[in-house]
């Protein structure tokens, strides 16, 4: 037989856990619209990068170890900017940034996000085409640009 208290309390305490996540969420989603405006680049596309490399989660670490945060920055990439990895700010600036330096090089936002994800050099060898191991990466970022736009951001 069920404790009514018990799943009462449980209840709410998941109420609690997940709002205070879905807040958390919202903060750096509008951490990275803020950024996104002031340097220049389309909101939505950084919103799409974002959610498909942590799901907006600071606390996101690759397998490897070596990729950090909410847009999955690499420490050698990172540190070129001047930038730490492990600090929400940094890591926007970050990854917004390297999408914008890849945008501007390739032209397109697909091959940026293409870059994006397998590195500029991956593009070049592929005659300036994404590659298959970067296709699927770039078509979930492109349908969730596209509801971003679809929803006004």
């Known amino acids: 037989m069920f404790n009514l208290k018990s799943l009462l309390t449980g209840a709410l305490f998941f109420s609690l856990v997940c709002n205070v996540y879905a807040a958390g969420t919202d903060d750096v989603k ?4 803020e950024q996104a405006k002031q340097m220049g680049v389309e909101p939505a596309i950084v919103l799409s990068i974002a959610k498909m ?3 907006f989660n600071q606390s996101a670490k690759s ?3 070596n990729h950090i945060g909410v847009f999955q920055l690499s420490h050698a990439t990172a540190k070129r900017m001047g930038l730490d990895p492990y600090k929400l700010e940094d890591n926007i600036k970050g ?7 890849m945008y501007e090089k390739f032209g397109s936002m ?4 293409a870059a994006y994800n397998s590195g500029p050099d991956a593009i070049m060898r592929n005659n300036n085409t994404i590659p298959k191991h970067s296709q699927n990466f770039v078509n979930r970022i492109m349908s969730d640009y596209k509801y971003y736009k679809g ?3």
């Open 110 to 113: 697909e091959l940026a996000v």
């Open 30 to 33: 509008k951490n990275i619209i």
């Open 95 to 101: 990854g917004i940034t390297y999408y914008k330096q």
């Open 63 to 65: 397998a490897c170890g």
């Open 151 to 153: 929803i006004g951001i």
């Open 53 to 55: 490399e942590s799901g």
